[in-house]
């Protein structure tokens, strides 16, 4: 559950950060995205190596495996639970949502792509707000389709599209990999 006031303060704390350019996220986002890289990497040697079934594949995913954790590492500093593993997860969706919205924008299907392109930037926003603690655990529970959470009355999921909105603002304006 994403706490509306919690993230109304950070949108402005943000604002203020950037206005004075105290936050430097640039180096993690750039780290997050050769994460994305290193895990579709992974995927590629496992199945390199399943097809040609030459164990080196195998050895070469080990390694690109040790240099993602220690990647993920510098990103993730406190991580409770499963928080390790859905950040990995939500990056590599995000990853693979982005390849797959080029490949229907390239081929002309561009609403189709945009919507890909969307749902990978969700799932972007989903992992840095894990991972900067904007979003409250402590009250997650099982929730209804097009519901945010158990005390959203809302049939058509409005306030979770608000709260997802803010929550992209929020990385908007914190991460910027063209920081130098």
């Known amino acids: 559950?994403?706490?509306?006031?919690?993230?109304?303060?950070?949108?402005?704390?943000?604002?203020?950060?950037?206005?004075?350019?105290?936050?430097?996220?640039?180096?993690?986002e750039d780290l997050s995205i050769a994460v994305m890289n290193l895990v579709s990497l992974e995927e590629h040697f496992f199945f390199t190596g399943a097809k040609t079934k030459k164990?080196?594949?195998?050895?070469?995913?080990?390694?690109?495996?040790?240099?993602r954790k220690g990647l993920l590492k510098k990103i993730i500093k406190d991580a409770e639970g499963e928080v390790w593993c859905i950040s990995k997860h939500l990056l590599a969706a995000s990853m693979r949502l982005m390849e797959v919205g080029t490949k229907y924008y390239s081929q002309d299907n561009k609403k189709e792509a945009e919507e890909l392109f969307a749902k990978a930037y969700d799932l972007y926003s989903l992992f840095w707000g894990l991972n900067l603690k904007i979003i409250d655990l402590g009250e997650v529970k099982k929730v209804g389709d097009g519901q945010l959470n158990v005390h959203d009355q809302s049939a058509g999921g409005q306030k979770d599209k608000a709260l997802m909105a803010g929550l992209n603002t929020l990385v908007q304006k914190?991460?910027?990999?063209?920081?130098e």
């Open 1 to 28: 559950m994403i706490d509306e006031k919690k993230l109304k303060e950070l949108l402005q704390r943000a604002a203020e950060i950037k206005k004075d350019n105290k936050l430097d996220l640039s180096s993690d």
């Open 55 to 67: 164990p080196a594949y195998y050895d070469l995913l080990a390694q690109v495996r040790e240099i």
């Open 174 to 179: 914190l991460v910027d990999c063209c920081k």
